[in-house]
């Protein structure tokens, strides 16, 4: 039994056994556009399509967020930032759990990831930055160039899911995930050991 007030975070294991039972975690033969072959796959609004699902993920990342006194210490002057359409809902759940107050996100805009038009004209707080999972890493660092340029300083990042071989820092902000997990990238056919096994393939489109 955990002591009274103490908060706890689900184990990775049981936001595993979340992400499965939505289909927000699958396991088979996929094939990625870049046309990289793996045997799992994350789609994760299929677990935020789930109000309870949804809000269970969000509020144990948020706990992470909580126990972390620079960002306490500055809440609720803090803006929760999306870097695309499915870290949206993950903002809106940990900016409830958290009392920030500020949400917004970036869209791609013509091939290029933007915020909106005028939102640097509002309050510039310090950001967290939350997606839904983070593979490469490549779109927390576009959105970290996009928060610099507002001038805003960025004291918190996470995702519900985090690939091992995506960066694990933003500069000395560590990076806070409620999975770690080591994906194996197949980079062709040729390599792949369930092209090999001759097990029919799945395309995904991202
Ligand atoms: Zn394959």
């Known amino acids: ?43 994760m609004p299929l677990a935020f399509r789930y109000y309870d699902t949804a809000r269970v993920l969000a509020v144990a990342l948020s706990r992470k967020f909580r126990v972390d006194r620079d960002i306490a210490s500055q809440l609720p002057k803090v803006s929760v930032i999306s870097p695309s359409s499915g870290g949206i809902p993950v903002a809106f759940g940990v900016r409830d759990a958290l009392s920030a107050e500020q949400i917004y996100w970036a869209e791609q805009e013509g091939g290029k990831r933007m915020f909106r038009q005028y939102v640097n004209q509002g309050d510039i707080a310090p950001c967290i930055i939350v997606d839904d999972i983070i593979r490469s890493g490549h779109a927390i660092e576009e959105t970290v160039e996009l928060v610099r340029g507002l001038g805003a300083p960025i004291i918190g990042c996470g995702a519900i899911v985090h690939f091992t ?5 933003i500069d000395d902000v560590p990076i806070k995930s409620l999975v770690e997990f080591d994906e194996k990238f197949y980079n062709s056919a040729e390599e792949c050991l369930d092209c090999k096994a001759g097990a029919p393939e799945e395309h995904v489109r991202f």
Do not use: C, D, W
């Open 1 to 43: 039994m955990a002591a009274p007030g103490v908060q706890l975070i689900p184990s990775p294991e049981e936001i595993m056994q979340i992400l499965k039972r939505t289909g927000a975690f699958r396991e088979g033969h996929f094939v990625y556009p870049n046309g990289k072959h793996t045997a799992h796959y994350f789609q």
């Open 165 to 169: 071989s995506a960066p694990n820092h």
